[in-house]
């Protein structure tokens, strides 16, 4: 969980795209509800977030996925007014079923990486809450593993920073290549904190790692101040969710130790950075020696 939920404001979200040709928002809709609805009590700022999200989102949906929505807000004693009364406008109730049908499982993984900054914001806020009663925090890397991570990011060598990622983390080859490619950089962020990574460390992989990402000093602090605000217990939940993904979506007859090097060097591939506008030894320099 977010230790602060002061959060840029949710613009523009009336207008949500379909990504990759699939269209995110009805289970987008039904993922931030089940988040928002386990967690008993929120701030006003939670709140509100939510109920610009809900609002943004109902008037995008289906029926039957604004009956779903209804239908779980109606068992939460603090839901919220606002989003309640635009369901009671839109939503036709089916006749109860004899037995519930059992929902489809919803791949978390994929909906973080396809979903906006502000959405994964949400999403972090309340990602504890769902997280299992007897799950453990991941054990911090080795010290050997970090030094080598932070090597191959200022070489610049995203396919071996990803190999490296892979083992430590334990995740899947396309899921580690997915949080090294990431041009928002949340999935980074959740993954040094699982591996225990000191925050001096991680803002020198951010500057080097991936130019979208190294060449925005506002986009580095950021990140930076992220690093700080969520929790142990939030990036593990979130490193489970990865291995879980990666676990369903493993073929049955894939070799064990096979590598797919060629396959990741082409995921990896990222566009040419634009000039920098800022000189990068000052901006290393500034991270070392500048408050965050």
């Known amino acids: 969980m977010l230790k602060s939920a002061a959060y840029p404001p949710l613009d523009g979200l009336l207008d949500l795209a379909c990504r990759d ?3 995110i928002r009805p289970t987008l809709l039904r993922v931030l509800t089940d988040l928002y609805v386990q967690k008993p009590i929120h701030s006003a700022e939670e709140e ?45 109730r089916p006749m109860p079923p004899a037995k519930p049908p059992t929902p489809a499982p919803v791949d978390l993984a994929a909906l973080f990486f396809t979903a906006a900054t502000s959405e994964r914001r949400l999403i972090l806020t309340n990602l504890d809450f769902s997280a299992k009663p007897t799950a453990q925090p991941p054990a911090p890397a080795s010290n050997e593993m970090i030094r080598r991570l932070e090597t191959a990011a200022l070489a610049r060598k995203a396919q071996e920073f990803t190999r490296l990622l892979e083992r430590a983390l334990s995740v899947a080859p396309d899921i580690a290549a997915r949080i090294v490619r990431d041009h928002s950089g949340e999935p980074i962020v959740l993954a040094a904190k699982a591996l225990g ?31 700080e605000e969520i929790t142990l217990a939030t990036a593990a939940r979130m ?17 064990q130790l096979y590598d797919d090097a060629p396959g990741r060097a082409r995921a990896l591939s990222s566009p040419t950075p634009q000039r920098v506008t800022q000189p990068r030894e000052a901006m290393v320099s500034r991270f070392r020696s500048g408050p965050r």
């Open 197 to 227: 990574m000191k925050a001096a460390v991680l803002q020198r992989i951010l500057l080097f790692l991936n130019p979208v990402i190294g060449q925005s000093v506002e986009r580095v602090y950021d990140l930076a101040r992220l690093y």
């Open 48 to 92: 509100t977030q939510y109920v610009e999200l809900a609002l943004g989102l109902i008037g995008a949906v289906d029926v039957a996925t604004r009956a779903a929505v209804a239908a779980r807000l109606s068992s939460y004693r603090a839901a919220p007014e606002a989003v309640l009364r635009r369901l009671g406008v839109q939503v036709v």
């Open 21 to 23: 040709g699939v269209d």
């Open 239 to 255: 490193l489970e969710i990865w291995r879980e993904s990666g676990a369903r979506r493993r073929p049955a007859h894939a070799p």
